[in-house]
């Protein structure tokens, strides 16, 4: 009997990521997944309702966002966004634009800025933004959204007094966030927003991702939004859900189908390197009043790490400072090495502050790292010296330490606190320099990566982390037709344009959910 393939593409470079250098030139899809993989003369007697000629371009695993808060990043679209403001007059004259078209009394929410940018490097504060309005209740949020700053209003309203400056940290927040009404009050808004977010991703070459709930800032990631665009036909990615609460009744990491599974229980160590809320051991080297911030005793993250392992829900800890990536590594002994389960996948979130002991103590552990490649594109590796000091510096973001001591790294962008284009967190992976190619031979070059490894992060590791290798993350026989097609060759790319490299199509199930206009 013979096998009609639904596409049959040739005349490509077809970079499989099974291992390194694997290139093939065609591949045929049928029912949504893989039908054949080899050279055009080895699928030649395999006939196809439709031939498309590559043209010898570059084909690649779609890509998987391992860390993002889908749903946050929506509604950013909403908020003013403060990337761009390199000052905080200029931050404050995008706050102040937005007021004149703003009725008194409704609330106006800023997210994105980095007063690392600012020439005196200081935050805003509450007497600033009452400069803005008096009338209209005003939080902004630093782009890692762990630190905040709201207006005299905004804190009468949350019932905050005595905090003149207006700066909140960590959960400090909470009670701002959770009085500003719902920027996306219907389910249906929510939907929209949702699947317009998904569109860029489409764009990025990203078929999947793992969505992330934001407790710090008390934005939920609501599971029915893309259960509805399922149901609806518009979910156009692939969603493994992690939440920051446990299931309800006996629901274990993998329940779902192949567009929305179950995944990890997400918690948090501590805070974030920006703001000096990560929990480090040594007091920072540009403040050291303060080191930082524990989001949860050890013993606290212990009892949660076992209740959620005990379950057999995959456990993920968000720890960025050494001193929370050894309360992370303590609770991950606690439960793996007192009662050993097969398979369990831990998943340390950013562990961006390591040191060598921890380190040691990973690799011998069933520990895999999402870190965030593009953090070293952006502002960070100028400040990042500064909070640690030479010598602890060189243990962070140390990724090519850790994959030399066997550790597994995905690949994530934490978006809305960074762009979600794979293309550019493979190179800030590869080169570790600045989006203006600074510094020359990169930040710490001795971390940097290969290509290869960089798309492995975003590909075939990225699946194995959701217990996914099976279905996806390589162009094989028998897996999910989740492929892109690319306009120039990564492996042929060299530096800032590397990161410029346009997705040309994007395909989901053999579907076709991005396609660039010529």
């Not at 030649?44 to 779609?62: H, R, S, Y």
């Not at 948090?268 to 929990?279: I, Q």
């Not at 979130?349 to 069933?366: A, N, Q, S, T």
């Amino acid at each position: 009997m013979i096998v009609w393939a639904d596409k049959k593409y040739i005349n490509g470079k077809i970079y499989t990521i099974k291992e390194e250098g694997d290139c093939q030139e065609a591949f045929c899809v049928k029912d949504g997944k893989i039908l054949a993989v080899g050279t055009e003369e080895s699928l030649n007697e395999i006939p196809a309702k439709e031939v498309i000629d590559l043209q010898g371009k570059t084909v690649l695993p779609g890509f998987i966002d391992c860390h993002q808060h889908a749903l946050e990043y929506a509604r950013t679209k909403m908020e003013v966004d403060l990337r761009f403001a390199n000052s905080k007059e200029e931050l404050l004259d995008a706050l102040r634009k937005k007021a004149k078209e703003t009725k008194p009394g409704m609330w106006i929410k800023g997210s994105g800025f980095d007063h690392e940018k600012f020439p005196d490097k200081q935050l805003p504060s509450a007497e600033d933004l009452d400069q803005v309005s008096t009338v209209h209740p005003i939080v902004i949020s630093r782009y890692c959204v762990h630190y905040h700053v709201a207006n005299s209003l905004a804190m009468e309203i949350a019932k905050i007094h005595d905090n003149p400056s207006g700066i909140l940290r960590e959960k400090a927040v909470q009670p701002v966030m959770e009085a500003i009404p719902d920027l996306l009050p219907t389910e249906e808004e929510k939907k929209e927003a949702m699947a317009k977010a998904i569109a860029e991703m489409n764009s990025c070459g990203i078929t999947g991702i793992h969505a992330i709930e934001a407790n710090v800032t008390n934005i939920k990631e609501y599971l029915y939004v893309y259960q509805d665009l399922e149901a609806e036909d518009r979910l156009n990615v692939r969603v493994y859900f992690c939440p920051d609460s446990l299931p309800p009744f006996g629901m274990k990491t993998g329940f779902g189908n192949e567009k929305i599974r179950y995944g990890f229980y997400k918690m948090f160590a501590d805070g974030s390197l920006g703001p000096r809320t990560a929990a480090l051991s040594k007091p920072y080297s540009d403040m050291p009043q303060t080191s930082g911030i524990m989001a949860n005793t050890p013993q606290r993250l212990k009892e949660m790490c076992k209740k959620a392992y005990d379950m057999g829900l995959q456990v993920g800890i968000h720890a960025i400072g050494d001193k929370g990536i050894e309360a992370a590594v303590d609770a991950i002994e606690e439960c793996y090495l007192k009662n050993p389960r097969k398979d369990p996948r831990f998943r340390l979130i950013h562990g961006m502050c390591m040191r060598p002991d921890l380190i040691e103590r990973i690799e011998k552990l069933p520990v895999m790292i999402d870190i965030q490649p593009s953090f070293t594109s952006n502002n960070n590796i100028w400040w990042s010296q500064d909070r640690l000091g030479k010598e602890r510096v060189k243990y962070s973001y140390a990724w090519r330490m850790l994959m030399d001591h066997g550790i597994m790294l995905t690949g994530s962008s934490d978006t809305p606190v960074e762009n979600f284009s794979p293309m550019l967190g493979i190179y800030s992976v590869v080169y570790r320099q600045d989006r203006t190619g600074k510094p020359e031979g990169g930040w710490m070059p001795e971390q940097r990566v290969s290509v290869y490894e960089a798309i492995s992060m975003y590909t075939k590791n990225a699946a194995y982390a959701s217990y996914e290798e099976k279905r996806k993350g390589t162009i094989e026989q028998g897996k999910l037709a989740d492929y892109i097609i690319l306009e120039a060759d990564p492996f042929e790319t060299k530096g800032l344009a590397l990161k410029d490299i346009k997705v040309l199509e994007t395909c989901l199930g053999g579907k076709t959910v991005f396609k660039r206009e010529r």
